[in-house]
């Protein structure tokens, strides 16, 4: 009876599934970061930072040090901005998604506005410890780890959303959690964030995208059940 009604209303069960994941999976992100922000006013996590932090560092060689300068550009706001545009160029030419296109922006740009209010909202000082590159904003939440959330998930959705291949599509989004999660850890290597401040980056980076993903489904939803309903 349910899988009839979702027929009728073009609306199929496995989106009804991926939405309900999506939820709940925005609700633990919600809850994960709050949980980080409070702890952080009441200096309970210092103690869990002080220890991925000597864990993370102890490897350090200027080897590594290259490396995790190389992987930090990929989050940086200009190398973002930069593969934006790049995005939303093919985007247009390629496959004239305005819709894609609007919600790639509103995803990245929104998120480095909410990531400055936050930062200025928290105002957490970053670490001093001998870092290895020198940064000048508040360190919380981390705006490396959110944009490279923003980005990177974004561009696993569209080519999840895509007509590759099966294969492909997970591989990619193999490749894109690897991706992001070694951003997040150049950053604690380079010594200009705490762990908490990685985590909540990609808390934070995680509800505003499956946010602007789960508004976009709903629109396609609606311009197929309008199609459907003309025909």
């Known amino acids: 009876m349910i899988r009839k009604w979702l027929d009728k209303m073009a609306f199929p069960l496995v989106p009804i599934v991926c939405i309900l994941l999506g939820f709940c999976t925005a609700a633990l992100s919600i809850v994960g970061f ?43 706001t200009l190398v973002l901005g930069l593969l934006l545009l790049i995005s939303l160029a093919y985007l247009w030419f390629r496959r004239r998604d305005i819709w894609s296109m609007l919600f790639y922006l509103l995803t990245v740009a929104g998120g480095g506005v909410l990531n400055s209010i936050l930062k200025h909202e928290y105002k957490r000082q970053r670490p001093n410890d001998n870092p290895v590159v020198e940064e000048l904003s508040f360190s919380f939440p981390s705006g490396h780890a959110m944009g490279s959330m923003l980005y990177y998930g974004f561009l696993a959705y569209l080519i999840i959303r895509s007509e590759r291949k ?22 604690i290597y380079l010594g200009v964030h705490y762990p908490s401040d990685v985590v909540a ?12 993903v789960g508004t976009l489904e709903l629109i396609g939803w609606y311009k197929r059940r309008q199609r459907r309903t003309a025909s």
């Open 166 to 187: 099966w294969i492909h599509k997970v591989l990619s989004a193999i490749f894109f959690v690897c991706f992001i999660m070694a951003i997040g850890v150049s950053r």
């Open 34 to 76: 709050f949980y980080i922000s409070r702890g952080i006013e009441r200096q309970k996590h210092l103690s869990f930072d002080a220890f991925y932090i000597e864990k993370i560092r102890s490897h350090a060689s200027p080897a590594l040090n290259k490396v995790a300068v190389i992987f930090t550009q990929f989050g940086s």
């Open 201 to 212: 980056g990609y808390c934070a980076g995680l509800v505003w995208l499956l946010v602007c």
